[in-house]
């Protein structure tokens, strides 16, 4: 069963970092992990970082100059670098991604992001 693993969650304070990772459970080289989304108490699910294939970055306003979105081709393994992080960045983050060879949809787990003093 192909699954996507996601780690890096966690607690911080307003301004500090975390890193956040995803990978696939096994190697597939039809596997393309799209980016990351989000999800607060209360609220839809939004996008928040994602990637092209040749590495092409695109972000939500709300995170844009704070979080960085990067991709391990080698190890297809995709990074979410986030800094300056606010209470309102507190959500749990979800990756996800796309078998090209069926074209089906995949989500990780989610995990717990808070930004709190």
């Known amino acids: 069963q192909l699954q996507l693993v996601e780690s890096g969650g966690g607690l911080v304070q307003p301004g500090g970092s975390l890193r956040l990772s995803c990978a696939v459970s096994?190697?597939?080289?039809?596997?393309?992990?799209r980016g990351w989304h989000r999800q607060a108490p209360g609220k839809q699910r939004e996008l928040v970082a994602s990637?092209?294939?040749?590495?092409?970055?695109n972000y939500a306003d709300s995170v844009k100059g704070r979080f960085t979105i990067s991709r391990d081709n080698a190890k297809n393994t995709v990074h979410l670098q986030m800094n300056s992080l606010k209470p309102e960045d507190t959500a749990v983050y979800y990756c996800?991604?796309?078998?090209?060879?069926?074209?089906?949809?995949?989500w990780g787990q989610g995990t717990q992001v808070t930004v709190s003093s």
């Open positions: 990637i092209t294939r040749g590495g092409m970055p």
């Open positions: 096994r190697s597939i080289f039809s596997f393309y992990i």
């Open positions: 996800n991604g796309e078998d090209l060879d069926d074209g089906r949809d995949y």
